[in-house]
C-alpha cells in the first residue's frame, strides 16, 4: 500500500486509539509475564497498571475529542470515552473480584487477565463504531473472550455448560447480524452509519425493515432484552460471578452504546414498537427476578429488566426523529443511557462483587437464604448490599435513582408517557425482590447453622467500597462526574 | 446562618456520627440521639421565630446550584419555609426529641441501627417539608420510606415483615406515577422551581392540569391515605414500634397531605376545583368508615390506627372545600392530629411494654392501678374527639365551618363522625380504665414513671396551648393559605368563563339554525 495512504488512514489515531492501544500492550505483556517464572511476581501489577492507562487515556478522549479515524469508520468523541470509562470500571471490578476467586483454576490466571483485558476492547471499539464492519470487530473481540471466561472453570460443569450455551446462541446473535448486515449492505450499498441514516427511505422498504430488525436482535441479545433473554440468567448462573459481572455490566452497556449510535438510521415510526419491547422486557425482568432464590440468577433477572429500562431511552431517542427537538431529546438520551450504565456498572457490579466474595466461605452464599440475618455477623457487606439493592431499585442519593429520572425524562419528552407510567409501575415489582433481600440481610434471624463468613479478602473489599462511593457520588453529586457531559 | 440547611442535616450528621462512634453503651447511644433531636428542635425554634407570620412567599430562602438536567434545566438546592410548611417543620422538630426519648422503652436491641435511622427520618422529613425545587422534594419523599421500612422490618410486631413491604410497595407505586408527572412537568415548564413551576401550571387548561393533578395527587393520597388506599396503614400502624407509629401519625402521613395543599391544590387550581366534590366524598366518606373500622377493633393500637383514617379524612375535607376555614382548618388539624394520634400511640406502647397485649379485653380498672397513666389516656382521649379548650375542637371545628360552606350535606355526614369518634375512644377508655380489675396480672402494673411523664409532659402542654390560643398557628398559616385561596378564586373565574364560552358558540349555532 502507498505510504502516504497509511498515512492519512492513520492520522491522530495514536491519541484516538490510546485505550486500545494499551489495553493490547497489556494484554501482551501479561502474557509474556504468564510464560517467564521469574516475572510471574509483576502479573498481579499489570491488569491494574493497564486498565489504568486506559482509563487516563480514555479520560484525555473527553477533554480533547480525537475525532473519526481509521477512514472515519471509530470515532473517537467524548462519548467514547465516557463509555470507556465505564467499561474500564467494568472490567476493573470484574478483575478485583477475580482475586482469590479461582481456586483450582488459579495455575491459569494469566490466561484469565489477558481476556479479561480484551474484552474492553471489544466493548471500546463498539462504542466508537461508525460502521458495521468495525462494530462487528469490536463484537467479537468481545464476544470471544467472554465465550472462554464462561467456561474458565473447566473443572465444573456448570460453568462449561454456561460457556456453550453462551457461545451457541452467541453464534447464532452474530449469523443474525451478518444476515441483517448483508442485506443494508445490498439494499444500500453502505455499510457506514452515515450512510445508512443518509438511506433511510431505503431502509423502510421489507428488505430495508428485515435487514434493520434482524441488526437490532442480534444487539438485544447481547444485551439481554426479551424475547432474547432466555440465556441470561442460565449463563450468568454457570459462569464464574466475576464474568457475570462483567457480562452484565460492560456487555450491556456496549450494546446500548452502539444502539445510541444507531438510532439515527432507525426511523421515527420504530420508537413506539421499540417502547413496547421496552416494558415488555421490563415486566418479563421483574417477574421473573420475584421468584428467584439464587443470587446470580435474581440478578440476571434483574439486568433483564435494566436492559428494558435503557432500551427506552432508545425508544425516545428514536421516537423523536423528525421532531424540532430531535437533538435536545438524542443528546438527553445519550447523558441518561450514560449515567444509567454508569449507576448499574457500581451497583450491580457491586452486587455481584459481594456474592463473589461471600462465595469464598462456601457456594451456599449464592443462594439468598444463606445471606439471612448478615447484617448482624457482617454489617459492612450487609450495608453495601443494602445500598447496591436500593439503587438498582432507583431509591433517591443513588446512582440508580438519577438514572432511572434521567431515562423515564427521555421517553416523557418523546412523548411515550403511557409507555413511561408502564414502565414506572414495573419497577413497583422491581422493589419486590430488591427488598426481600434487604428483609434477608437485616430483618431475619441468622439460620442456626450458618457460621459467619470469615473470609478477608481486601481488594474485594476496596471494590465494593469504591463502588458504593461510587453509587453514592452519581446519585448526591451527579455534576462532580458528569458534569461535562450531561446538559 | 443557614437556618434550614441546618435544621435538615443536623440529623443527617449526628446519625453519621453515631453510626461510627465507638461506643458499646446504648445508653450513650440513646442519649446521643436525644441529644441531635433537641438541638434540632432548638433549631427548629428558630425557624419559628425567624418566619415573619404577615408573609405569604417562601422565607429563609437558601439556594445553590445543584446539577444541571439535560435540556439546560438547573436543579437547585433550594429550602425555603412557607405559611404551608411552617407548622410540618415545627411539628417535626418538636415531636422528634420525644420520639427519641420513648425509644429506649421498647427499643432493647439494635440500639445504634435504631437511632441512626431515627435521626435519618428526621433528615428526611425535614427535606420533604422544606425543599422549594421539585428534584430535591422528590428526593427526599422517597427517601424518607427507606428509615420508616427499617424501623418496621426490624423492630415491628410478629407479623412486620408483611406490614413494611405493603407499605413500601403502596407508597412507592403512588411515588412512581408521580415520577413521570413530575419529569412531564419538569420539561413542560423547563424549570424545576417550585414557585415557577407553580406560577407555570396555573397557566395550563384543565387537561393538562387535571393529568399532572391526577399524578400528583394518587401519590399523595395513597400517603394520606384517602379512602380506596387505606388498607396499608392499620397494617403499618400495627405492626411498627411504637416511635414508628408516632412518626407514622404524626408526621408521614402529613407528609400526603402536605403534598395534596402544596402540589395538588396550589399548583393546579383549576384541577383542585374540579376534583375537589371528588375528594370531599372521599374524606366525608373516610371519616364514617374510617369510625366504623375503628369501632370493630379488639386490638387497641389497631383501633387509634383506623381513627387515623377518620382524623385524616377531616384534613381532606376540610382541604378540599377550598374555602378560608377548611384550609386553614385542615392545616391546623394536621398538626392536631400528630400531637394528640402521637399521644395516644406513646400510651399505648407504655401500657404494651408492661402488659405486653393490646386486647381492649387484657385490660379493665386500669385507671385503679395506674392512675397517672389514666390521666393522660384521658387527656389524649379528650383532645383527640375534640373537646372545647383542646387542640382538636378549633381544628375540626373550622373545618366543619368550612366544608358546611361548600357542602352541607357532607359537613353533616362528617358531624357524624366526631359521634362515631367519641363512641369508639370513649369505649376503649371504658373498657381499659375504668370498672372493676378483672385480670389478677393487672394488678401490680407500675405507673408511669418519670422519664414517661417527661416525654408525655410537653405535647399536652401544647395540646392545651394550642387549644386556648389558636392564634399564633393561625396567624402563621394565613397570609400563605390566602395566596392559595385567591389562585381557587380565579380558577374558579377561569373555569366560568370557559364554561360560558364553550355554551355561547352552541347557542348562537342553535339560533343560526332556526
Known amino acids: 500500500m502507498n505510504p502516504e495512504i497509511l498515512n492519512e488512514l492513520y492520522a491522530g489515531a495514536g491519541a484516538a486509539l490510546a485505550p486500545l492501544l494499551w489495553l493490547a500492550a497489556g494484554l501482551s505483556a501479561v502474557l509474556i509475564a504468564d510464560v517467564f517464572a521469574g516475572l510471574k511476581a509483576v502479573r498481579p501489577v499489570l491488569v491494574p497498571l493497564t486498565l489504568g492507562g486506559a482509563a487516563w487515556s480514555a479520560g484525555a478522549l473527553i477533554s480533547d475529542p480525537a475525532g473519526a479515524v481509521l477512514g472515519g469508520s471509530f470515532l473517537a468523541d467524548a462519548r467514547t470515552g465516557a463509555f470507556a470509562l465505564v467499561f474500564l470500571a467494568s472490567a476493573a471490578l470484574a478483575w478485583a473480584q477475580a482475586r482469590r476467586y479461582y481456586t483450582e483454576e488459579a495455575p491459569f490466571l494469566g490466561e484469565h487477565d489477558a481476556l479479561l483485558l480484551t474484552a474492553p476492547m471489544g466493548m471500546i471499539l463498539m462504542a466508537g463504531a461508525q460502521d458495521l464492519i468495525l462494530f462487528f470487530v469490536g463484537l467479537e473481540l468481545l464476544s470471544i473472550p467472554l465465550y472462554c471466561l464462561s467456561a474458565f472453570r473447566r473443572a465444573r460443569t456448570e460453568s462449561v455448560e454456561a460457556g456453550l450455551r453462551y457461545f451457541v446462541l452467541g453464534a447464532f446473535g452474530v449469523a443474525l447480524f451478518l444476515m441483517g448486515a448483508a442485506l443494508l449492505y445490498t439494499l444500500t450499498g453502505s455499510v457506514s452509519l452515515e450512510g445508512l441514516a443518509a438511506a433511510k427511505e431505503l431502509l423502510a422498504s421489507p428488505m430495508g425493515a428485515t435487514g434493520l430488525a434482524l441488526l437490532l436482535a442480534s444487539l438485544f441479545f447481547k444485551a439481554g432484552v426479551a424475547p432474547f433473554h432466555l440465556w441470561v440468567p442460565d449463563v450468568y448462573q454457570g459462569a464464574p460471578t466475576p464474568i457475570a459481572s462483567l457480562m452484565a455490566t460492560g456487555t450491556k452497556a456496549a450494546a446500548f452504546a452502539f444502539l445510541l449510535r444507531l438510532v439515527p438510521a432507525l426511523p421515527a415510526e420504530a420508537g413506539v414498537g421499540l417502547g413496547l419491547v421496552a416494558v415488555v422486557t421490563m415486566a418479563i425482568g421483574n417477574l421473573g427476578a420475584l421468584g428467584q432464590t439464587d443470587l446470580k440468577r435474581l440478578f440476571a433477572w434483574s439486568g433483564v429488566a435494566h436492559a428494558g429500562t435503557l432500551l427506552l431511552v432508545i425508544a425516545g431517542a428514536v421516537a423523536a426523529g423528525g421532531t424540532d427537538h430531535q437533538e435536545a431529546v438524542r443528546n438527553a438520551a445519550f447523558s441518561a443511557t450514560l449515567l444509567y450504565v ?62 432511572k429520572w434521567l431515562a423515564f425524562s427521555t421517553a416523557v419528552r418523546a412523548e411515550l408517557v403511557p409507555l413511561a407510567v408502564l414502565g414506572a409501575l414495573t419497577s413497583v415489582v422491581a422493589l419486590g425482590y430488591y427488598l426481600r433481600i434487604v428483609v434477608d440481610l437485616w430483618m431475619r434471624p441468622r439460620p442456626e447453622d450458618a457460621a459467619a463468613p470469615s473470609a478477608e479478602r481486601p481488594l474485594a473489599a476496596f471494590a465494593a467500597g469504591f463502588s458504593a462511593a461510587m453509587v453514592l457520588a452519581l446519585g448526591v453529586a451527579p455534576g462532580l462526574l458528569l458534569g461535562r457531559l450531561i446538559g | 446562618m443557614p437556618l434550614l440547611t441546618l435544621i435538615t442535616f443536623v440529623p443527617l450528621l449526628g446519625a453519621v456520627l453515631l453510626a461510627l462512634a465507638p461506643l458499646k453503651d446504648d445508653r450513650a447511644l440513646r442519649l446521643g440521639a436525644l441529644g441531635v433531636t433537641l438541638v434540632n428542635a432548638v433549631l427548629g425554634l428558630l425557624v419559628w421565630q425567624g418566619f415573619d407570620p404577615a408573609e405569604a412567599g417562601l422565607q429563609l430562602v437558601e439556594s445553590t446550584p445543584w446539577f444541571e438536567l439535560p435540556g439546560a434545566i438547573a436543579v437547585n438546592y433550594s429550602l425555603g419555609v412557607d405559611g404551608i410548611s411552617i407548622l410540618m417543620v415545627a411539628l417535626t422538630a418538636f415531636l422528634m426529641p420525644v420520639v427519641a426519648l420513648s425509644a429506649s422503652g421498647h427499643v432493647k436491641q439494635r440500639v445504634r441501627e435504631f437511632v441512626v435511622w431515627l435521626l435519618v427520618m428526621e433528615t428526611g422529613m425535614m427535606g420533604v417539608f422544606l425543599a422549594s425545587d421539585l428534584v430535591l422534594f422528590y428526593f427526599f419523599w422517597e427517601i424518607s420510606l427507606v428509615p420508616l421500612y427499617f424501623m418496621l422490618g426490624i423492630w415491628g410486631g410478629s407479623r412486620r415483615l408483611y406490614a413494611t413491604v405493603k407499605f413500601f410497595l403502596y407508597t412507592l407505586a403512588g411515588s412512581l406515577v408521580m415520577l413521570v408527572a413530575a419529569i412531564a412537568l419538569t420539561y413542560q415548564a423547563g424549570t424545576t422551581d417550585l414557585a415557577r413551576l407553580t406560577e407555570w401550571a396555573g397557566m395550563q387548561d384543565l387537561t393538562m392540569q387535571g393529568w399532572l393533578f391526577a399524578a400528583f395527587a394518587l401519590a399523595f393520597a395513597i400517603k394520606v391515605p384517602v379512602l380506596p388506599f387505606h388498607t396499608w396503614l392499620p397494617d403499618a400502624h400495627t405492626e411498627a414500634p411504637t416511635s414508628g407509629s408516632v412518626i407514622l401519625a404524626g408526621v408521614l402521613l402529613k407528609m400526603g397531605t402536605y403534598g395534596l395543599l402544596r402540589f395538588g391544590i396550589a399548583m393546579f387550581p383549576m384541577a383542585a376545583v374540579e376534583a375537589a366534590p371528588l375528594f370531599m366524598v372521599l374524606g366525608a366518606v373516610g371519616i364514617v368508615y374510617g369510625a366504623f373500622l375503628a369501632m370493630a377493633q379488639t386490638d387497641v393500637k389497631r383501633l387509634v390506627a383506623c381513627s387515623s383514617v377518620s382524623h385524616l379524612g377531616y384534613v381532606v375535607l376540610g382541604m378540599f372545600a377550598l374555602t378560608t376555614a377548611g384550609l386553614r382548618g385542615s392545616v391546623l388539624q394536621m398538626v392536631n392530629h400528630g400531637l394528640s394520634t402521637g399521644l395516644l400511640f406513646l400510651l399505648i406502647g407504655m401500657i404494651y411494654e408492661r402488659r405486653h397485649s393490646r386486647e381492649l379485653d387484657a385490660y379493665g380498672g386500669i385507671a385503679k392501678v395506674m392512675p397517672t397513666f389514666a390521666f393522660f389516656f384521658v387527656f389524649s382521649v379528650l383532645s383527640s374527639v375534640g373537646l372545647p379548650g383542646l387542640n382538636g375542637f378549633v381544628g375540626e371545628w373550622m373545618i366543619l365551618l368550612g366544608s358546611f360552606e361548600a357542602s352541607p350535606t357532607l359537613a353533616a355526614i362528617a358531624v357524624t363522625g366526631v359521634i362515631f369518634g367519641a363512641v369508639y375512644l370513649l369505649r376503649a377508655t371504658r373498657l381499659m380504665l375504668f370498672g372493676p380489675v378483672t385480670h389478677e396480672e393487672n394488678e401490680r402494673l407500675p405507673d408511669l414513671d418519670a422519664r414517661e411523664i417527661g416525654l408525655l409532659a410537653p405535647l399536652c402542654l401544647l395540646c392545651v396551648v394550642m387549644g386556648v390560643m389558636p392564634g399564633p398557628f393561625v396567624e402563621r398559616t394565613a397570609p400563605a393559605l390566602d395566596r392559595v385561596e385567591a389562585r381557587i378564586q380565579s380558577a374558579r373565574e377561569q373555569l366560568e368563563l370557559a364554561a360560558t364560552l364553550h355554551d355561547a358558540p352552541a347557542v348562537a349555532g342553535e339560533e343560526r339554525t332556526r
Open chain 1, 342 to 403: 454508569a449507576a448499574y456498572a457500581f451497583s450491580a457490579g457491586g452486587a455481584l462483587g459481594l456474592v463473589a466474595w461471600m462465595e469464598a466461605d462456601g457456594e451456599e452464599y449464592r443462594s439468598l437464604s444463606r445471606w439471612q440475618g448478615l447484617g448482624t455477623v457482617r454489617p459492612g457487606v450487609a450495608a453495601g448490599m443494602t445500598l447496591f439493592a436500593l439503587s438498582l431499585g432507583g431509591i433517591p442519593a443513588t446512582g440508580g435513582f438519577l438514572g
